[in-house]
C-alpha cells in the first residue's frame, strides 16, 4: 500500500464475527475518567482565555463534561463532572454577555448561541430552573439571523450562520424536550436559508438549485459547506413548502452526483488528487455522510444508505488521520461514522471498526506520528471530542457526533 502523509496505514485485520474483547465498560471507563482528569488539568478557566466557542474553547470542555455525566455507568461521577461544567461555561457565558457583536453572538461552534445552549443543558441537568436564563438569550438570537445577508462572509453555514443556529436548537429540543423556536421562527429561518441559496445560485449561474459560499469558498463539507445546511433543511422539512423541499431534495441528489471515489472535495467543481485527499468530518466524506444518513431516515431510499456505506468504506482506509484525536478533522471524528453506521444498520462489523480506531489512539505509533494539536483540551480537535467518541463507543445505540444529531 502507498503511503500517505495524512494518514497512518490501516492494518488492523476487517471484522470476522467478533468484537474486540479488552473494550467493555471495565475497559473503558477508567479510560474515559483518566482523559477527562487530563482535560481538566488543561482547560483555563480566566475570562481572557474562554474565545474559541464550542469548537475549540472551554465551552466544548463543559458540554463534553455534560455529556459523560448523562451516561449511566458515569453515574458515581455526575454530579462532579456537572459542577465543574457549569464552572467552566459560565465564564464563557460571562464573555458572551458582554460581545457588542450581536452576529458574533449567534455562531453555534464559535460564539455565543453554542454558548447559551451548552449553558441551558447543563443548568437543566442538575436541577437548576435558571436553565431559563440562556435559553431565553438563545431565543433572542433569533431575529438576528433572520435577515436574508446578516453576515457578510456567508449567512447559512454552520460554524457562524443560520444552519449552525438550527442544529443547536435541534439539539436543544432533543436535550431538554421542550420546544425552542415557534414553528413561524423556523420557518423563517429555513426560508432565509433557501431563498439565500437560490439568490447565489442564480448570480453564480450555477446549473443546480441552492448553493452558498462561505468567504467567497463553495465549500461543500459538513464545516462551512452546503452537506450541513442541506442536513438542516432536511432536518425541518416538516415547516417547508412543497416547493422548498423539493429545491432541498433536488440539492440533495445534486450533492450526492458530486461523489468521487466515495469523497467529495472540499471545494465545488474541484478534482479531488490522491496527494491531497482530505478524509475530515469537515471537510469530505466523513462529514457529508451524516446528510445522506439523514435523507435516508427520512425516506429510505437505499441509495441514500449505499452512499453513507461507500462513505464509511473510505474511512475504513484512509481515516487513521494524524492530525490528532478529535472529532473535527481527527481519529474520532473519523470513528464517528462507523457509530453512523451502525445506528443505521445494525451491523456489529461497524463497532468493531470503531473499537479498532478507538485503539489505535492510545497507540505509541498514533502518537510518534500525529501532529500536535494546540488545545488539547478542546471538542473539535482535542480530547474533549474523543472523550464523548469514547463514551458512545460504552452506548453505540445512543452514540451520535456531538452537537450533530440525525436522530431527532
Ligand atoms: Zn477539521
Known amino acids: 500500500m502507498e503511503s500517505n502523509k495524512r494518514c497512518f496505514e490501516n492494518r488492523y485485520a476487517d471484522y470476522s464475527g467478533s468484537l474486540l474483547a479488552g473494550q467493555g465498560n471495565e475497559a473503558v471507563v477508567p479510560v474515559v475518567v483518566a482523559t477527562v482528569e487530563r482535560i481538566l488539568k488543561k482547560v483555563p478557566l480566566d475570562a481572557a482565555e474562554c474565545d474559541g466557542g464550542l469548537y475549540d474553547g472551554p465551552a466544548g470542555v463543559a458540554y463534553a463534561l455534560y455529556y459523560v455525566s448523562e451516561c449511566p455507568l458515569f453515574a458515581a461521577r455526575r454530579d462532579a463532572y456537572l459542577k465543574r461544567a457549569k464552572h467552566i461555561i459560565d465564564v464563557s457565558v460571562k464573555c458572551v454577555d458582554a460581545e457588542q457583536d450581536k452576529n458574533l453572538r449567534v455562531a453555534f461552534l464559535l460564539g455565543g448561541a453554542g454558548i447559551y445552549a451548552v449553558a441551558a443543558m447543563v443548568y437543566k441537568a442538575m436541577g437548576l430552573s435558571d436553565f431559563v436564563k ?8 433569533w431575529e438576528v439571523c433572520a435577515p436574508i445577508h446578516f453576515l457578510e462572509c456567508g449567512s447559512d453555514e454552520l460554524f457562524v450562520g443560520r444552519a449552525g443556529y438550527l442544529c443547536a436548537a435541534l439539539v436543544l429540543k432533543q436535550r431538554l424536550g421542550i420546544e425552542i423556536l415557534s414553528t413561524e421562527q423556523i420557518k423563517a429561518i429555513c426560508q432565509a436559508i433557501i431563498e439565500s441559496g437560490k439568490q447565489y445560485a442564480r448570480k453564480k449561474r450555477k446549473p443546480f438549485p441552492l448553493m452558498y459560499s462561505y468567504y467567497g469558498t463553495e465549500y461543500l463539507g459538513a464545516a462551512h459547506g452546503l452537506s450541513s445546511i442541506l442536513q438542516m433543511a432536511l432536518s425541518y422539512q416538516d415547516v417547508l413548502s412543497p416547493g422548498e ?38 471537510h469530505g466524506a466523513p462529514g457529508v455522510a451524516y446528510l445522506f444518513a439523514k435523507a435516508y431516515l427520512i425516506n429510505k431510499r437505499p441509495q441514500y444508505l449505499d452512499t453513507c456505506i461507500r462513505c464509511a468504506e473510505l474511512v475504513w482506509q484512509k481515516g487513521l488521520l494524524k492530525k490528532g484525536p478529535g472529532i473535527c478533522h481527527g481519529v474520532a471524528g473519523s470513528a464517528y461514522v462507523f457509530l453512523l453506521l451502525y445506528r443505521l444498520t445494525g451491523n456489529s462489523k461497524y463497532i468493531y471498526r470503531a473499537q479498532r480506531f478507538a485503539e489505535f489512539l492510545f497507540t505509541e505509533e498514533f502518537k510518534a506520528g500525529s501532529s500536535s494539536v494546540n488545545r488539547i483540551y478542546s471538542l473539535f480537535e482535542g480530547l474533549s471530542g474523543t472523550v464523548c467518541f469514547l463514551v458512545d463507543l460504552l452506548q453505540p445505540d445512543k452514540s451520535e457526533f456531538p452537537l450533530f444529531s440525525v436522530f431527532t
Open 134 to 141: 440562556p435559553l431565553t438569550k438563545f431565543r433572542n438570537l
Open 245 to 282: 423541499r423539493e429545491l432541498v431534495w433536488q440539492s440533495v441528489d445534486f450533492l450526492m452526483n458530486q461523489e468521487q471515489n466515495c469523497n467529495w472535495p472540499a471545494e465545488l467543481g474541484t478534482m479531488i488528487e490522491r496527494e491531497n485527499e482530505l478524509v475530515h468530518w469537515c
